[in-house]
């Protein structure tokens, strides 16, 4: 009787830890995104952002992170060979992204960004006042009329 009750104990710690562990693996994601590069000087073009790496959410809180490929084709910071990206997702407002090569850790010429934690939507904001963004900017106005 014993024996059955400790088989029992051991079983269902088995199944929970079974749990967390499957909750807790990162989810790949592979994706090619059609962008719009607006520039200070009024210029508009066309990109992509091809986005190849995994998520990783944490129990019990709103956090996330991505670490892979982040290649914004019209910026080659992002894609020198062996750069990898790390987003961070510390809430809905919050977010910071790093490029890691060769053992150096930079945000490039970033200033802000705005990623779903989806990698749907994508707003970039560089140093030089570039807006990088998967949404439809107005520019009727002056440049930059998101949220950055």
Not at 21 to 48: D, G, H
Not at 52 to 77: H, L, M, Q, W
């Amino acid at each position: 009787m014993v024996q059955k009750i400790k088989r029992g104990i051991i079983a269902g710690i088995c199944i929970i830890l079974a749990i967390f562990y499957i909750l807790q693996r990162p989810v790949p994601i592979n994706k090619e995104l059609e962008a719009m590069v607006y520039t200070a000087n009024q210029e508009e073009c066309a990109t992509s952002i091809v986005i190849d790496g995994s998520i990783k959410k944490e129990r019990f809180t709103e956090e996330a992170s991505f670490v892979g490929y982040f290649k914004i084709n019209c910026y080659p910071k992002s894609y020198y060979a062996g750069t990898t990206a790390r987003i961070d997702w510390h809430s809905d407002v919050a977010q910071n992204i790093r490029f890691m090569c060769a053992g150096t850790i930079s945000t490039l010429d970033i200033k802000d960004i705005e990623i779903d934690r989806t990698m749907d939507h994508i707003k970039i904001l560089l140093r030089d006042g570039t807006i990088i963004s998967t949404i439809k900017e107005d520019t009727s106005g002056e440049h930059g009329v998101s949220s950055f």
